[in-house]
């Protein structure tokens, strides 16, 4: 977890600092820091809470020096305060560092550290790296660095300054990091967007490497001090693209992109006139009896869909876990397997580890991913990538449609090469398919947007939900609740609609909202049934019903319709609606929508 960012060059680094933390806060906000040295000094600012609280310090009394660090926190080891805040120093203030991951042995490191007389400020695992590096010390940073990183077990990106040299040495291990080069000036950073405002060239940190950056460029070597060539890429994302685009949050922003991002997932792919579904993977889709789906989050929610569509359509037998259970089951992978990681940052740790996992039993690994050049898509040997661009707010919304509009092509695309579709229901499903982006755009008209705000604020005091639905919509339920849990705070529980009587019953009473997605299907008969089974116990239904359905609309107090479509591609409409209902809940209390407590956009930590 955590952002950090580094710059050495011209400009005033302070505000570069700021300008990158401020793309990087959705990995964590729990505190921020920066410090900038000006060739004789290094000055550190650090506090806790969100970025504005460091800026409006730094604005009253700025730091000046053309190179420097910084970093915004996600709280692993010590509590959220002022003294945790990265940038840590060794006692003197010569050595400054930032961290985003974990140092697994620190306790070990700092207890042998303590014996020698160090003195630690911080309850971080961080500061024990800084300590390492003053210890080995001997005018040569590259080299302290190196031989502190010897000592240390974890996950890293580390960047690492000190006040005689100017110069920036950065390590990775796990956590990621990249290098922005300018004409003059080098940047590093956690993520793509916190550079793009200063240079398109990246190279992608990989595991082992260490950079050091001065007024003359870059080297990378490995933990050995042996140089290493890795390639500049040109990274095409529009800086504008990451930015709010004239709306209120970039959660409202990133619902509204959903027919875009959907047509970008979808092109080039579907090929309407064929009738048929082309990906670009080298996968051979005969070579696995068997999937396995990993993920965390609302990735794991896309894949639950993921495992409907691919068992449905292509009939292969797939396995769903979230990845901090799979790594450690021991699952029975073997060379017949395909294991497929769903993940909007490409990053998140125990997918990753998930992945390291069934490679080891031998399975063919297939990433379904945003980023562009994040771990998984350069460990795994495929990726299928979602295209939804860049999503900031820390509630995924772009990133789960398109996944599941992933999943859709890759299930359409193993049932047309395994042969266990025909023809036309290829073509069929291509059509329905090519119909997706279209159907999202009207399930965003201004009165359907309306009608779901009403709903929001009806029900915005409720101590609890329910959301139910069943089949290839029993995730819309989950993902539902999990949205409106993210960012309104309120307790919500999904289940699958049939399971209802056999415990969530017992929470039904007039208090109770319960939310049941009963758009077309061959189970709606069934989910009504469920529907009569609340309102036969006082609860309040709120349905969720395909544009025409006026005879079960009777069933509801209150009822939100979607447009009309094919039952497989339902659940990426129905999406939107659960979406808009967390969002405007959460904006009626008065939530911080796009950053809400407690959490972080790409966990790079167990
Ligand atoms: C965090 C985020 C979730 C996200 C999950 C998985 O918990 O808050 O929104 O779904 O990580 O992230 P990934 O990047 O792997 O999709």
């Not at 970008?264 to 579907?270: E, H, I, S």
């Amino acid at each position: 977890m955590c952002g950090i960012v580094g710059y050495i060059g011209p400009r005033d680094a302070q505000e570069v600092l700021l300008s990158g933390l401020s793309k990087l806060e959705y990995r964590g906000y729990d505190s921020a820091g920066i410090a900038v040295g000006d060739g004789q000094q290094i000055a550190v600012r650090k506090k806790a809470g969100k970025l504005a609280n460091l800026a409006a310090d730094l604005e009253a009394e700025p730091l000046n020096g053309s190179f420097g660090i910084g970093h915004t926190r996600w709280a692993t080891h010590g509590v959220p305060n002022d003294v945790n805040s990265h940038p840590h120093t060794t006692e003197n203030g010569d050595i400054v560092l930032v961290h985003n991951g974990i140092i697994e042995n620190y306790l070990e490191l700092k207890a042998g550290l303590l014996q020698r007389g160090h003195v630690f400020k911080s309850d971080t695992d961080s500061e024990v790296v800084a300590h390492l590096i003053e210890e080995t010390y001997q005018g040569d940073l590259e080299k302290a660095v190196r031989d502190a990183l010897h000592q240390v077990r974890g996950a890293y990106a580390l960047v690492v300054t000190h006040k005689d040299h100017r110069q920036i040495v950065a390590a990775r291990t796990v956590s990621p990091l990249v290098m922005g080069v300018g004409e003059g000036e080098m940047f590093l950073a956690s993520d793509v967007p916190a550079l793009l405002a200063y240079t398109r060239q990246m190279v992608f940190i990989q595991d082992g490497d260490m950079v050091i950056l001065d007024d003359d460029g870059y080297r990378i070597t490995d933990m050995q001090g042996q140089p290493v060539q890795r390639e500049a890429e040109t990274i095409e994302w529009d800086a504008e693209a990451a930015e709010k685009g004239g709306y209120d949050t970039y959660m409202l922003k990133e619902i509204f992109e959903q027919p875009q991002a959907l047509s970008n997932t979808l092109l080039g792919r579907l090929k309407g006139e064929e009738g048929r579904v082309e990906l670009d993977i080298s996968l051979d889709p005969t070579s696995f009896d068997r999937i396995h789906i990993v993920a965390c989050g609302t990735a794991y929610y896309a894949g639950m869909v993921g495992k409907y569509l691919l068992e449905q359509l292509a009939r292969v037998p797939v396995e769903l876990d979230v990845a901090s259970e799979y790594r450690y089951r021991q699952p029975l992978v073997t060379d017949k397997t395909l294991a497929i990681a769903v993940s909007q940052s490409g990053e998140t740790i125990d997918t990753l580890e998930g992945m390291r996992e069934a490679k080891a039993g031998g399975a063919r690994t297939l990433g379904i991913i945003n980023a562009k050049g994040s771990s998984m898509t350069r460990e795994l040997d495929d990726t299928l990538y979602i295209h939804a661009g860049p999503e900031i707010g820390v509630a995924s919304t772009k990133a789960y449609t398109s996944m599941v509009g992933a999943f859709l092509l890759l299930a359409v695309w193993l049932g047309q090469q395994r042969g266990t579709l025909s023809r036309d229901e290829v073509a069929r499903l291509v059509q329905s398919a090519h119909d997706l982006p279209q159907l999202v755009a009207e399930t965003l008209s201004d009165e359907r947007l309306a009608r779901v705000q009403e709903v929001a604020q009806k029900y915005h005091q409720a101590r609890d939900y329910l959301f139910l639905g069943r089949g290839v919509n029993n995730p819309t339920a989950y993902e539902g609740a999990l949205k409106l849990k993210e960012i309104s705070y309120i307790h919500a529980e999904a289940y699958a609609a049939g399971e209802m009587k056999h415990g969530p019953i017992a929470l039904i009473d007039e208090h109770l909202p319960v939310v049941v997605v009963a758009t077309e299907s061959r189970l709606l008969e069934k989910t009504i049934s469920n529907v009569q089974e609340v309102r036969a116990r006082g609860g309040r239904v709120i349905l969720l019903l395909s544009d025409g359905d006026t005879d079960n609309a009777q069933h509801a107090e209150d009822v939100l319709y979607v447009p009309r479509c094919d039952e497989l591609i339902s659940p990426i409409v129905n999406a939107v609606p659960m979406q808009l209902l967390a969002y405007y809940t959460a904006s009626t209390l008065g939530k911080d929508v796009d950053k809400p407590r407690n959490l972080a956009k790409s966990v790079t930590v167990e």
